[in-house]
Nanobody, 114 residues
Framework: QVQLVESGGGLVQPGGSLRLSCAAS????????MGWYRQAPGTERELVAT???????NYADSAKGRFTISRDKSKSTLYLQMNSLKPEDTAVYYC????????WGQGTQVTVSS
C-alpha cells in the first residue's frame, strides 16, 4: 500500500504562485511514476504533470511553461510549482502514484481568484 498526502493548496490571486507538496509513504518500491492531476467542478479529472523514477517529465499543454513537477526521493515528496496562475487553474489537485496499482491522495483545493 502507498499513502499520499497533499498540502499547499489555497487561495491565490491571478498571476500568483503556489507550491503543492505530496508526502508519500508505504511500499514505494513498486512505484515507477508519480504525478499531479486536477478536477474542476463538473469536469473529469485531468493530467497536469508526471515524473518517472528516472526523472522524465510530461506536462499537459495547459501547464507547460508555468508549472514544474519535481521529486525529492530522499524525502519521498513530490512537488508541483505553479506560477502565473490563472482562474482556469482552479480545481482540486490530486497526487498520484503508479506502479502495479494506482494510488491517489485526498486532494488539495487551489482557487485562483481576485
Amino acid at each position: 500500500q502507498v499513502q499520499l498526502v497533499e498540502s499547499g493548496g489555497g487561495l491565490v490571486q491571478p498571476g500568483g504562485s503556489l507550491r503543492l507538496s505530496c508526502a508519500a509513504s508505504g511500499s514505494m518500491f513498486s512505484i515507477n511514476r508519480m504525478g499531479w492531476y486536477r478536477q474542476a467542478p463538473g469536469t473529469e479529472r485531468e493530467l497536469v504533470a508526471t515524473i518517472t523514477t528516472g526523472g522524465s517529465t510530461n506536462y499537459a499543454d495547459s501547464a507547460k511553461g508555468r508549472f514544474t513537477i519535481s521529486r525529492d526521493k530522499s524525502k519521498s515528496t513530490l512537488y508541483l510549482q505553479m506560477n502565473s496562475l490563472k482562474p482556469e487553474d482552479t480545481a482540486v489537485y490530486y497526487c498520484n502514484a503508479q506502479g502495479f496499482l494506482r494510488y491517489w491522495g485526498q486532494g488539495t483545493q487551489v482557487t485562483v481568484s481576485s
